[in-house]
């Protein structure tokens, strides 16, 4: 089992910034993170990936803001957030899906952007 805990969420003006970080229990077996988010009356939805290699994908909506990056020597990701626009508005969700096939969502951590 994976325990996930997530820090850095908060309330920031537009076109500013955050850093989220998700700081794991172990990485053994870890084989991808993710980021997701989910808005009020919407779907959870993808926002990054990040394998253990360090290779990444984003969402187009978030592509050239958000910067996903790793430090497996603290058993941590995380997302840096720029140019936040007010539709960045979520919840934020870390995920890990391990070797085994399983999947362990982290706490969720809010983030308002105002406009």
């Known amino acids: 089992q994976v325990q996930l805990v997530e820090f850095g969420g908060g309330l920031v003006q537009a076109r500013g910034s955050l850093s989220l970080s998700c700081e794991a229990s172990k990485t053994s077996g870890i084989i991808t993170t993710a980021w997701y988010r989910q808005a009020p009356g919407k779907h959870r939805e993808l926002v990054a990936v990040?394998?253990?290699?360090?290779?990444?994908n984003y969402a187009d909506s978030v592509k050239g803001r958000f910067t996903a990056s790793r430090d497996n020597a603290k058993n941590a990701v995380y997302l840096q957030m720029n140019s936040l626009k007010p539709e960045d508005t979520a919840v934020y969700y870390c995920?890990?899906?391990?070797?085994?096939?399983?999947?362990?969502w982290g706490q969720g951590t809010q983030v308002t952007v105002s406009s």
């Open positions: 990040i394998t253990r290699g360090g290779s990444t």
């Open positions: 995920y890990v899906m391990t070797n085994t096939s399983e999947g362990y």
